[in-house]
């Protein structure tokens, strides 16, 4: 098997590993409050980054915790999990899973407002026709509207701005330290919900497997996607992220007993659409300026 064969698969298995601890995160929500199912994911998946920091002999802190580009990161991080987990746990999961993939357009923007990259008429075309078909998947204004599945919208940008902490984030900071440091962020905003909200309950035998799950497939699914990326160049993996959507819209339909209408079909069609014609295109530009 090549080496770019295996980053696929990679990839692929990263995104079905996504779309399970999605699936764990919804379930697990219909007993508990959302703010211990947040704790539940920043303890699991916390200790296991703490303890491949420790198998490697580093500090868990260091001083570049208070770097800029990771404050970005954390505030973005727990944003995003604040406004996804009450999307995933409240709206259909195929709808979220869809509305989720405008995510690589969202990013396109603010490299171009914030990082100084350029986009021509044709990228802004495509992101255009992409944030259409959220809004066709949303479908505000009609009666069945779900103000959930808006969340998820609000919750991209959050996501959004994690990644581009990251991605400005030195070289220093291992990709390790900086998802312990994002897990710890997302422990601490939850016991802060917890306190002004809901009090936390024991768990069910069920609910601690889909709290078990949610922060092993979460993790598994981060680590199984670094890895992919870390084999080839992020140009060749980067489409098979819209695999993630084939895998909801499956989990939302077997499993959730959801209905995915035309409507749903068409915005989904423009979002994917948009995000790979924006990627052809980066790809086009780049070889013309190599």
């Known amino acids: 098997m090549s080496v770019t064969l295996r980053a696929i698969l990679l990839m692929i298995s990263a995104m079905v590993l996504f779309a399970f601890a999605d ?21 699991g998946s916390g200790c296991i980054f703490a303890l491949m920091l420790k198998v ?19 505030g973005g991080e727990v944003f995003a999990s604040i406004f996804m987990f009450q999307a995933i746990a409240f709206a259909p999961l195929s709808t979220v899973s869809v509305i989720m993939q405008t995510l ?20 802004i ?20 509207f779900n103000i959930y599945s808006g ?3 609000i919750g991209v940008l959050g996501m959004a701005a994690r990644d581009v902490g ?28 917890l306190c002004v909200t809901e009090s936390p309950i024991w768990p069910t035998p069920s609910a601690w497997a889909y709290l078990a799950g949610l922060a092993i497939l979460a993790t598994g699914g ?20 819209y695999t993630r959507v084939i895998f909801a819209l499956a989990i939302g339909v077997f499993l ?4 995915v209408d035309f409507i749903t079909v068409l915005g989904s069609t423009l979002i994917v659409g948009a995000g790979l014609y924006s990627w052809v295109r980066e790809q086009q530009l780049s070889q013309k300026h190599s």
């Open 256 to 259: 959730l007993d959801e209905t």
């Open 56 to 74: 490697k002999r580093q500090p868990l802190f260091r001083r570049d915790f208070w770097h800029h580009a990771v404050l970005l990161r954390n």
């Open 166 to 193: 990251a991605r400005v984030a030195p070289n220093t900071i291992s990709t390790i330290r900086l998802s312990f440091y994002g897990t710890f962020a997302i422990t601490v905003s939850a016991i802060i919900i």
């Open 23 to 43: 699936l764990c995160l919804k379930l697990a929500a219909t007993t508990l409050p959302l703010g211990q199912v947040l704790l539940g994911l920043g303890l």
């Open 125 to 144: 075309s495509a992101i255009l026709i992409g944030f259409l078909g959220a809004v066709i998947v949303l479908r505000p204004g009609f009666g069945d």
């Open 222 to 241: 981060f680590l199984t996607s670094i890895s992919a990326m870390r084999m080839v160049d992020m140009s060749v993996i980067s489409p098979f992220r």
């Open 104 to 123: 690589p357009l969202c990013l396109i923007v603010i490299a171009a407002l914030f990082l100084g990259e350029t986009i021509g008429i044709r990228r």
């Open 151 to 153: 969340f998820a919208l």
